[in-house]
């Protein structure tokens, strides 16, 4: 075998460990999916739009599908998005978009983790604060690929407004939302502690949107830290003093409710 053609089948085998991977740690724990429904039906309701704003393997999508709600799926990683074809592909209430999202349209470099495709970036400032930390050891980027950018903006024109918009994608959450002019009721955004200041900037913007109510999550756990919604300067403040050993969680902030 020509060292090419082994490096090329080495490099298919490891993509489809690392898809495999995923797919047992997000699949592989049905008392988990009552959890999310019973979760995230507080935002969505049957007959809503989500975005899935870095989709992954998709089980979000299977938790929003259960819920009876259509489903924009976008994740850029050419491995996942067929995956995300072949489980959700035949089904009309799920969009894919095979993009990344950004604050403009146009074109990035996105790096593959290829043994752990869930922190995947188009972001060399995450890959730089990863490199090293506690927690992320271990983690390797073997490779980019560059791949079309378009914005929340051209998606909500695309499909129509959405009730809930979640956003995980490894860095750039700061740079999806400034691409965003028109509010959801609720959004969610990841948020990692070795790199708080994207974190404090998503919320930033998302105050300028009119977002008032903030709470979190940590890690997968999908119960909330605070018993009632704060503010922006609050959760912010929270934020900012998490310890390194966090690691990472969601922020989800909501609109004012209407009178």
């Not at 259509?70 to 894919?96: F, H, N, S, W």
């Not at 593959?112 to 604060?129: C, G, K, M």
């Not at 927690?135 to 079309?148: A, F, H, L």
Request: net charge negative.
């Amino acid at each position: 075998m020509a060292p090419d053609q082994h490096r090329s089948w080495h490099e298919l085998w490891r993509t489809t460990r690392g898809v495999a991977r995923s797919l047992r740690i997000y699949y592989g724990n049905s008392a988990r999916r009552a959890v999310m429904d019973r979760f995230y039906a507080h935002f969505v309701q049957p007959g809503d739009m989500v975005f899935d704003i870095g989709a992954h393997v998709g089980d979000r999508i299977a938790a929003f599908r259960r819920l009876r709600a259509r489903v924009v799926a976008v994740e850029p990683q050419p491995a996942l998005v067929q995956t995300l074809k072949l489980l959700y592909g035949r089904d009309p209430a799920v969009a894919i978009e095979p993009v990344a999202v950004g604050r403009e349209a146009g074109i990035a470099a996105f790096s593959i983790n290829i043994d752990n495709p869930t922190v995947s970036t188009a972001s060399e400032a995450f890959r730089t604060a990863a490199d090293g930390a506690p927690g992320w050891e271990g983690q390797v980027w073997t490779s980019t690929i560059d791949v079309p950018v378009i914005t929340l903006d051209t998606l909500l024109l695309r499909h129509g407004p959405a009730a809930f918009i979640k956003i995980d994608v490894e860095g750039s959450e700061a740079d999806a939302l400034a691409g965003l002019s028109y509010p959801s009721p609720t959004l969610s955004f990841e948020f990692t502690t070795i790199q708080p200041c994207v974190a404090v900037a998503c919320i930033e913007r998302s105050t300028e949107l009119g977002y008032t109510h903030y709470n979190a999550v940590l890690g997968e756990s999908l119960t909330f830290v605070h018993e009632d919604w704060t503010d922006a300067e609050a959760i912010a403040a929270w934020v900012r003093a998490l310890p390194q050993n966090v690691n990472s969680g969601d922020i989800y902030a909501r609109l004012p409710a209407r009178s």
